[in-house]
């Protein structure tokens, strides 16, 4: 089995369990942030059970979710029932996945952990999905949260320190892009049963540069 095979599986079990193991509810730092942007069309990357695909649609936002795991898409699509909404939602790997370039005014990157050899390609894939003057709003654990995964299990993450983020790789992955907020910090998560504890972000703003030809 390769590596992909594997990390599908391990999110499809996951996503099998009963309960919505992130919760319902939309991460904190999204929530905040997508409320000051005007609605359109975003892009969902790694959605999961949906709580943040979800949460744009009920702002009027015209969602495109994609994530690994199938049993993701069935719970994501059940939570925009209980909520009275629609999401698009695809499964499969943004590698084989095929977005038209520059059709997105907003993308979400809520803990999208790629892999190590494919994060800034993908990063730069998406890239070209959204659109000049188009917004990004991420939050994913960085390199410093290693260490407090160690001492807590419960607050989850990737065990592989590449697929941990830095700001020097957000600077490169988006150097097009004007930085509304670019930090990383300690806090408290509180969401669903596998993101509970102490963790280290890293939190990422910016808006596409429409002035200047694409870099990459």
């Excluded at 369990?17 to 905040?32: M, R, S, T």
């Excluded at 936002?61 to 909520?83: H, I, M, Q, R």
């Excluded at 894939?125 to 959204?130: A, E, H, M, P, T």
């Excluded at 972000?201 to 596409?208: E, M, S, T």
Aim: aromatic residues 12%; contains cysteine; charged residues 30%.
């Amino acid at each position: 089995m390769t590596w992909d095979e594997e990390y599908k599986n391990r999110w499809d079990d996951r996503y099998k369990e009963e309960e919505y193991v992130y919760g319902k509810g939309p991460n904190l730092f999204f929530k905040e942030w997508l409320q000051k942007f005007e609605p359109g069309t975003i892009l969902m990357p790694a959605d999961g059970e949906g709580r943040n695909g979800v949460f744009a649609a009920q702002l009027g936002w015209d969602v495109t979710s994609f994530d690994l795991s199938a049993e993701g898409k069935l719970k994501a699509l059940d939570l925009a029932k209980e909520k009275k909404v629609n999401i698009a939602y695809v499964v499969g790997d943004l590698e084989q996945l095929s977005f038209e370039k520059e059709s997105f005014d907003a993308i979400g990157l809520i803990y999208a952990h790629f892999a190590a050899d494919k994060k800034s390609r993908f990063h730069r894939k998406l890239n070209d999905c959204l659109k000049p003057g188009g917004v990004v709003i991420l939050e994913a654990f960085c390199k410093e949260h290693l260490v407090l995964n160690h001492l807590d299990p419960k607050v989850g993450g990737p065990k592989e320190l590449e697929m941990l983020l830095s700001k020097e790789e957000i600077i490169a992955d988006f150097a097009n892009y004007d930085i509304l907020m670019l930090g990383e910090r300690e806090i408290r998560l509180n969401e669903g049963k596998y993101h509970i504890g102490k963790g280290a972000v890293l939190r990422f703003v910016g808006v596409k540069r429409t002035d200047q030809e694409n870099l990459f």
